[in-house]
């Protein structure tokens, strides 16, 4: 069983922080690896995805991959009140059919 | 630019009713999948459609069927709805390898 772990949260910062959201993988030949943002209500909507070890920055998005440890990390700069959402993890494992598998998610609440 | 849509948005069924979601996406995809989300679960694959003229079973797919009609098209059908399959479902679609899903808006159904 592939698993996909998340500390379902909620993750409480206050706005102007960066926020932490961490991700563990059980599969140790993961292929790709993707952070999607859900509002409540809403459907997922892809922030970020990385297949390198290492940063990926976008904007005030960076994901980290470390893959000899098996977890990928999303760090929000600068939070804001608007990015209070459940930030759900997925990975891609190795084998042919290309499905990722999705974390429960991590609530985060940033407050004013 | 539509992406996927599914329709209807909102269901309410009787036990033992039957119905179809409906799911198209625009933009040449070849994959295409079925999930149901539940509180405190996470996303669940129901079945997947890795090509056109292909579907195979994902994590929870007893009391659903699928049809990928074409390319563009791929629906989910309870034959005989009951109240454990309550939820919110949402369809995905991507290009194929280690390219992210994108996700519909979600149909919200509820059975009495």
């Known amino acids: 069983q592939k698993e996909v772990e998340q500390n379902s949260g909620p993750l409480s910062v206050p706005e102007g922080a960066i926020a932490s959201l961490n991700c563990t993988y059980s599969d140790r030949g993961s292929q790709s690896f993707f952070w999607y943002r859900q509002y409540s209500g809403k459907s997922p909507e892809l922030i970020m995805f990385?297949?390198?070890?290492g940063d990926k920055e976008d904007g005030r998005f960076t994901a980290q991959l470390n893959k000899a440890s098996q977890y990928v990390s999303l760090l929000i700069r600068d939070s804001q009140p608007s990015d209070s959402a459940t930030y759900l993890c997925a990975v891609r494992a190795s084998g042919g059919s290309y499905i990722p598998t999705f974390g429960r998610g991590t609530s985060l609440i940033v407050h004013p | 630019n539509a992406g996927v849509t599914q329709t209807p948005k909102f269901q309410v069924l009787k036990t033992g009713q039957s119905m179809t979601l409906q799911c198209a996406q625009d933009m040449n995809h070849n994959s295409m999948y079925w999930y149901r989300q539940d509180p405190g679960m996470g996303l669940r694959l129901i079945y997947y459609s890795a090509s056109e003229g292909t579907t195979d079973k994902g994590e929870v797919p007893n009391g659903y069927n699928v049809s990928r009609l074409n390319k563009r098209e791929f629906s989910l059908r309870l034959e005989s709805a009951a109240p454990s399959q309550t939820s919110v479902y949402f369809c995905a679609s991507k290009q194929g390898g280690n390219q992210p899903q994108h996700f519909g808006d979600g149909t919200r159904l509820s059975i009495l």
């Open positions: 990385i297949y390198s070890n």
